[in-house]
C-alpha cells in the first residue's frame, strides 16, 4: 500500500515562504506522476502543482504560477514545493497524491497522504 506523509507546514507571515517535503517510503516512486492540491477551508480541493516522473514536465495552478515551484529527488522518494511570497488566500491544508499521468483532475490520482496545514496571516 502506497503512504505519503506531508511536512514542512506551519504559520507563516504574508510574503513569507515554505517548503512542503511529501515522501513515500512504500512505493516505487520514480514511476508515478506526483501532485501537490490544497483545499482551503469551505472549498473544494484544487490542483497546486503536479511533476512528472523524471521531472522533465511540471504543470501549475493560475494562482500559484510564479511563485510556487515543484521538484522532486527520485532518489529520496520525496517531492517537494517550495511556496514563495505566500498569500493569505494561499491558506490550506495541502495534499500530495499520486497519479499515472501529469492530469490536472482530482479524480485522476490515487493515493493520498494525510496532508499538512499552512496558515497565512496578514
Known amino acids: 500500500q502506497v503512504q505519503l506523509v506531508e511536512s514542512g507546514g506551519g504559520l507563516v507571515q504574508t510574503g513569507g515562504s515554505l517548503r512542503l517535503s511529501c515522501a513515500c517510503s512504500?512505493?516505487?516512486?520514480?514511476?508515478?506522476?506526483m501532485g501537490w492540491f490544497r483545499r482551503a477551508p469551505g472549498k473544494e480541493r484544487q490542483l497546486v502543482a503536479s511533476?512528472?516522473?523524471?521531472?522533465?514536465?511540471?504543470a501549475y495552478g493560475d494562482s500559484v504560477k510564479g511563485r510556487f515551484t515543484i521538484s522532486r529527488d527520485n532518489a529520496k522518494n520525496t517531492v517537494y514545493l517550495q511556496m514563495n511570497n505566500l498569500k493569505p488566500e494561499d491558506t490550506a491544508v495541502y495534499y500530495c497524491?499520486?497519479?499515472?499521468?501529469?492530469?490536472?483532475?482530482?479524480?485522476?490520482?490515487?493515493?493520498w497522504g494525510p496532508g499538512t496545514e499552512v496558515t497565512v496571516s496578514s
Open positions: 512504500t512505493c516505487t516512486f520514480s514511476t508515478y506522476v
Open positions: 497524491a499520486t497519479a499515472l499521468g501529469l492530469v490536472r483532475d482530482e479524480s485522476g490520482y490515487h493515493n
Open positions: 511533476i512528472s516522473w523524471n521531472g522533465g514536465r511540471t
